[in-house]
């Protein structure tokens, strides 16, 4: 398939992610304006209001409702989208794991926004970490191009019948959300083409019969009935089930939407950059990898063997890519824009260090707290951390495990 | 607004069940009978969905059904967020050509503590923004799922186990929320007040709020037996002495405009049929400690709200 003509616009992150679901024949979207999400539901009611989609578009009460609405009308057959971030993640907490338990494919963006308290409306991923257990897959992106671009996927990836997994997007709050960028938006009709419409897949209804997966009169079932010690467990076990699938069709989907946009982020999963020879490496999520990205280059002309990883899904979280691209690399520091409060260092650093256990090699492996509540992350910290990376390196000896990094003393 | 549907009781009896026997509901559950009376009164393809409670519990437990309907059911507190998503999916799916009725009804069913309480913000919600669904309120007093706590919708002086009858405090302080009016106040087309003792006039409140075009509220009161402390064989016994008593008077407000309905209409017409409240609280078991010399003035603010709360609703009928 040829890469189709594209249009640059000057568009903000939210402004990417209401683009791509003007473009996606959504049937519902259910939304509750939150900053710094709202510029998305904006710009939606907006396309509604002009008559460029033929959305139901719901501004509901609360995000608990926003969640609620979009998880029945997806068990009744819409393809559907919310957004949220922050306390509006929080508040949809419970039914994110109904959602993922009921196997209802909704999209959600997600603007990843400080939780409070204090109150803060800035940057940091505390908010879309906290839910990394709620069975949903998670993308996130490192700018507003792939902010687009991963919204278009997504509806590909959740509503996949041998998924039928929620796929939530995260774009940093601010740095994406509110900044303009050149955005590459691909023609409408490629889009239609791509994103395709639901298919519903048939599942085994009351005595047996084969029957569409959704609220139908015509072959009713019951949909989220209560399920104890006999079932439950295996109804849990087919989520994860789904999820080990999650890898490959994401990476399918990701060469699929490559070969009509042009446009690659590693391999879908994880994104590394000039780490083939790297001897030392950050490993981060987010709009912080482009900052980390200029300072790889710089250190590279320089002779220093310098890489960076940047995760882009964290649910699936990608266990042999992580390995194989860290493989060779001595020291490692983990950027984590999230803190577990009183364990040892943030839920990415956990989850690398514990990945690396199964290296052939075990690399030194360190943790950043950084840019809580949307403090700067500028070049001259992520020069600090490679910094002590070459002394951990050169002295074979980690003086600090886990340390806050850009915070006053 | 008058139905324009007229039905025979032998009509309902070759209606097929749409809540089915087998459920495991307990022997004379109120809210058992009036699932089963109302949806009697479909009137073609129907969506149901049900907030966490007892109906749910019973009618559900994986892998049985009792339904023979779409059904769905996701949390406590959202039942009117999820009636809201379907009913709004249903209206999507027609504008592109891809529903194959050309209407179905969606109908919403919670008890009290999914009403009063933890679902009232939703609730609100969805009427505010006038979704075309019924909601139905099954009240049986308190969560008795959970096992009899007190929720918004327990009256005055009943023991729950979270209003227990203390030695100091009797029973629960606080006065039921006037749910209903509410609902009312809300600007919906349509707010009934009905019970499984009043079958017909149950059944047409049904039919009126699935046919009326936006929220309609259905409230039903549905004694329980094992949170009310009665006999299983007394629930529709008890149920009509809530109504004789004014306790639970049944009514219908059309756009705002109430209307008494004709079990309480005798006792507005001919006030020496009412019962003293007395009756209806001796009959159970979670008043019971209120028959004491200590703490049978509570008997009589029940029966002084009671009065109150009558006299308000015939000034609203315009039969004061």
Redesign the interface.
Known sequence: MAIAKQNLLALSGDEAVAYAVKQSDV??V?AYPITPQTIIVERFSEYVHNGEV???F?????E???L???????????R?FTASGSAGLALMH??LY?TSG?RAPVVMAIVNRALSGPINIHCDQSDSMVERDAGWIQIYVENSQEAYDSTLQAFRIAEHNDLLLPAMVMLDAFFLSHTLESVNVLPDETVRKFVGTRKIPLIKG?GGKLVPF???????????????YD?YFEHKRQQEEAMQRAPQIIKEIHDEYARISGRKYGNGLIEPYRLEDAEIAAVCLGSTAGTTKTVVDQLRTKGIKAGLLRLRTYRPYPVQDIINALENVKAVAVMDRSHSFGASGGPVFHEIRHTLYDASIHPHIVDYIYGLGGRDMPQKLIHEIYKDLQKIVKTKRVEKLVQFIGVRE | MASEWKFTIKDLAEKPEIFTSGHRACAGCGPAIAYRQILKATRG???A?NATGCM??VS????Y?A?????????F??V???????E??????K??G?L??DH?DVIAFAGDGGTYDIGI??L???A??GHDFLYVLYDNEAYMNTGIQRSGGTPHGAWTTTSPAGRVIPGKPEYKKPIADIMVAHGIPYVAAASPAHWRDLITKARKGLEVDGPAFLHVIAPCPRGWRYDTSKTIEITRLAIDTCVFPLWEAVDGEYALSAPSKVIALKPERKIPVKEYLKAQGRFRHLFTPEFEHVIDEIQQITDRRWKSLLKKCGMA
Request: aromatic content about 4%.
């Open positions: 049937d519902v259910s033929d959305t139901e719901v501004c509901v009460e609360s608990h409702s926003a609620s609405m979009c998880l029945t009308a997806s068990a009744t057959g819409a559907v419970e039914i109904v009921a009351h959704k609220l139908d009169p015509e072959n009713p079932i019951t949909m989220g009935p209560l399920d104890l079932y | 393809p129907i969506i969905t749910e519990v559900t437990i994986y892998p059904t339904w023979n309907i779409p059904w769905i059911h996701t949390a507190e959202n009117a967020a999820n009636a809201a998503g379907i709004t999916a249903l209206k999507a799916l504008k592109k891809q194959k009725h179905i913000q939703a609100s919600g969805a505010e923004r």
